[in-house]
């Protein structure tokens, strides 16, 4: 049987270092969309969205809610900065609904404020879908 | 000399605080092992996010961003003092302030008007008492700190910087060295200091130095934009994490030192007791020989 190729991957938020595991393949919420990451890719720094990260470990599967942040790949390991992530038990989905009613009443009266508004929107509605895709 | 009575009651109060600061000690103990803990799992965040910086500048060639731009006269800046919000921690919160007073005075000398924003409520009961004014007062930021509490924080410098209202932030807190050693220090936040990743990086193997042609996405700038910003948010969570160390630090020695001289004092209490009270038999039994004698 052929040695199934592996790559190390981190996922490190400011307050800890939430996963580390030699991984089959990655996919990440990358700004512009997902995307996947198997070993040996060429090196790459991206910047993260808002969404679902999902890592196949080599005995498990790994799904985090991520939150913005940084992904560099270099040297066949893979670093993922984010600054939230969670997992499906974490986050409370009557919490995310009311988060979600929040960023709706935010003010938005220019270009800033729009943006914040909608980045706020997407991230309620993130973690909503998440809660809800874990019960 | 004190009755008896009256010493075997301080006696007992004494025993009693000893039995408090030993408590406390305990527990400021057990607080410091997991707040270590947890100031040693931020560093990988901010390991990496230097290493991701450097690779940047490596790409974009000379790195120049708002927040990097240092002014050439200062006219307001903003100084960020952390303290803590209980007290019985020794000399943490007179460090500090001492330091950020002496920081805050250079300032104005030099024409500089400074706000203070206090983090905890000691050192917010410190400037009231000297009549100084605060310009905000933080006490939200909990233990642990969280990443959440600390972002707005980060980020109100920030705009206040890049909107020229202030031309530089300082944040002053209790640099934790070692379990033995903690210092007080005014460390500049903004500008952005180019030199201080490289200080932080750590040495890399040479065999490792090589430039790796990375593919970016979006374009280095951009991603600048977005990483300088989390360097700050990082670097200013780090010292909320590094001065809660030390706050543990302190209190489980000034609770030691308490703990200590209680026992100090119970000893000298116990011996003074003793005196006392065979001082006092001995005047019983003179006094009964001496009516005994006067019968006879």
């Known amino acids: ?135 | 000399m004190a009755k008896p009575r009256a010493i075997v009651k301080r006696r007992k109060t004494v025993r009693n605080i000893r039995k408090i600061t030993r408590t406390m000690q305990l527990i400021a103990t057990a607080r410091f092992q997991a707040a270590f803990n947890r100031a040693m799992a931020t560093k990988p965040y901010t390991r990496e996010l230097a290493a991701l910086v450097r690779a940047l500048a490596q790409a974009a060639g000379d790195v120049q961003h708002p927040l990097m731009r240092t002014p050439e006269t200062v006219r307001r800046c903003d100084l960020l003092i952390i303290t803590s919000n209980r007290g019985l921690c020794g000399g943490y919160n007179t460090g500090i302030l001492r330091c950020a007073l002496a920081e805050l005075e250079k300032l104005e000398r030099e024409q500089v008007a400074v706000d203070v924003r206090m983090a905890g409520k000691k050192g917010a009961g410190y400037f009231r008492f000297l009549r100084r004014p605060l310009a905000e007062s933080i006490t939200h930021v909990g233990d642990p700190p969280r990443f959440e509490q600390v972002e707005p924080i980060a980020n109100a410098l920030m705009e206040r910087f890049q909107k020229d209202e202030t031309q530089a932030a300082y944040v002053a807190y209790m640099q934790f060295i070692s379990a033995g050693q903690q210092r007080p220090v005014v460390m500049p936040l903004l500008p952005l200091a180019q030199e201080a990743e490289t200080a932080e990086a750590p040495a890399e193997p040479a065999a490792t130095r090589v430039t790796l042609q990375y593919e970016f996405s979006p374009e280095p700038r951009e991603l600048l934009d977005e990483l300088l910003p989390a360097t700050v948010r990082t670097r200013l969570f780090q010292c909320f994490t590094d001065a809660l160390v030390s706050e543990h630090t302190a209190r489980m020695v000034a609770m030691k030192a308490a703990t200590d001289a209680a026992g100090d004092m119970i000893r000298s209490l116990t011996q003074q007791y003793n005196r006392a009270r065979q001082t006092q038999i001995t005047m019983e039994l003179l006094d009964i020989v001496g009516g005994a004698n006067a019968l006879a």
């Not at chain 1, 991520?66 to 600054?83: C, K, P, V, Y």
């Not at chain 1, 992530?85 to 270009?111: C, F, K, P, V, Y």
């Open chain 1, 1 to 135: 049987m052929p040695k199934i190729e592996t790559f190390e991957c981190n996922v490190i938020t400011p307050e800890r270092t939430v996963l580390q595991c030699q991984a089959r393949f990655v996919a990440f919420p990358a700004h512009d969309g997902e995307m996947g990451i198997l070993p040996n890719r060429a090196p790459l720094v991206c910047r993260l969205g808002v969404g679902l990260l999902r890592i196949d470990a080599e005995t498990e599967k790994h799904v985090l809610l991520i939150e913005g942040g940084f992904a560099q790949m270099a040297r066949n390991r893979l670093t993922i900065l984010a600054e939230q992530a969670s997992r499906a038990g974490d986050i409370d989905a009557g919490e995310a609904a009311r988060a979600l009613a929040d960023a709706r009443q935010m003010q938005a009266t220019d270009d800033a404020s729009t943006q914040l508004k909608a980045r706020a929107i997407q991230r309620a509605r993130a973690r909503q879908r998440f809660a809800a895709h874990a019960t």
